[in-house]
């Protein structure tokens, strides 16, 4: 299962007054907000997870707003916004501004079974992008209370950057076939397996670094191999020039990298034998 980073670690009671919001003080210790980012070749996609340790209802969610000083952060634009069942998604920018943020709320603000109880975790907040960006793991985060009276209480949460990821994932390889017997010189399709886990990336990059082989071999001896991708079969030919003892091995390496840019390699080898009693 991947791990959720905690960004956000403590809550600020919230002391200047806000257009249409109850400024009165509220008991919000408790509140968390944690993160996870999860990259594809396409996009960059943020996961957030809401934790409502505090003693009243949130109701509305914003990241990138400061209900203090009533300032957007964003500066990115998004591919999509997604939020949790009964919950919509908006990427806002305020007039005459550069800046934006992102506001979630409920789709029925009558329907209290869509808000976030005290005690309750929510998760399925999520923002797309193009490309990563720092911002939307350490831009404010505010959180709009219903309190039992029905009015509402803004608070804003100081982030915190989340831990530093130096870890980096954990891969193996294996081919299939291994051992390519007789040596009669025909092409043979390799199919590799790689797993890949990381203790915070769901998804982390895996790419084809290399395919050498001792014995001399010939540049037609390695077909169809993309490097740099997550390629994951090709063709190595059935040969040895009977030089080496051990026979031809093809030494087969793969990376995997994280979010962080923490990279593991991990090499499987294919072996042509000298002869049939290896």
Do not use: C
Request: proline share 7%; aromatic share 6%.
């Amino acid at each position: 299962m991947p791990r959720w980073k905690v960004v956000v670690v403590s809550l600020a009671l919230m002391t200047g007054v806000v257009p249409h919001i109850d400024a009165q003080p509220a008991s919000a210790a408790g509140v968390i907000i944690e993160v996870m980012k999860e990259t594809t070749p396409a996009n960059v996609t943020y996961k957030y997870k809401v934790i409502n340790g505090s003693s009243l209802t949130i109701g509305t969610v914003l990241l990138g707003y400061n209900w203090i000083t009533h300032t957007a952060e964003l500066e990115d634009e998004t591919t999509s916004v997604g939020g949790p069942e009964g919950w919509s998604g908006r990427d806002i920018t305020p007039e005459e501004s550069d800046y934006g943020y992102i506001r979630w709320s409920s789709t029925d603000p009558d329907d209290s079974i869509h808000e976030i109880s005290p005690g309750q975790t929510l998760e399925g907040f999520q923002v797309t992008l193009p490309n990563a960006s720092a911002a939307f793991l350490t831009a404010t985060w505010s959180v709009i209370f219903t309190n039992a009276k029905g009015t509402m209480v803004g608070q804003v949460i100081p982030v915190t950057p989340p831990r530093s990821d130096t870890t980096p994932p954990t891969v193996s390889v294996t081919a299939s076939p291994s051992t390519l017997w007789s040596p009669n010189r025909d092409l043979i399709s390799i199919a590799v397996t790689v797993l890949v886990s990381d203790d915070q990336d769901p998804h982390p990059t895996v790419r084809l670094v290399s395919i050498v082989a001792n014995d001399d071999p010939d540049l037609t001896d390695i077909v169809d191999a993309e490097y740099g991708t997550d390629d994951r079969s090709f063709k190595l030919r059935a040969e040895r020039k009977g030089k080496e003892l051990g026979g031809r091995q093809y030494v087969i390496t793969y990376s995997a990298t994280d979010a962080s840019g923490n990279t593991a390699t991990a090499t499987t080898t294919v072996t042509v034998p000298h002869d049939e009693g290896q």
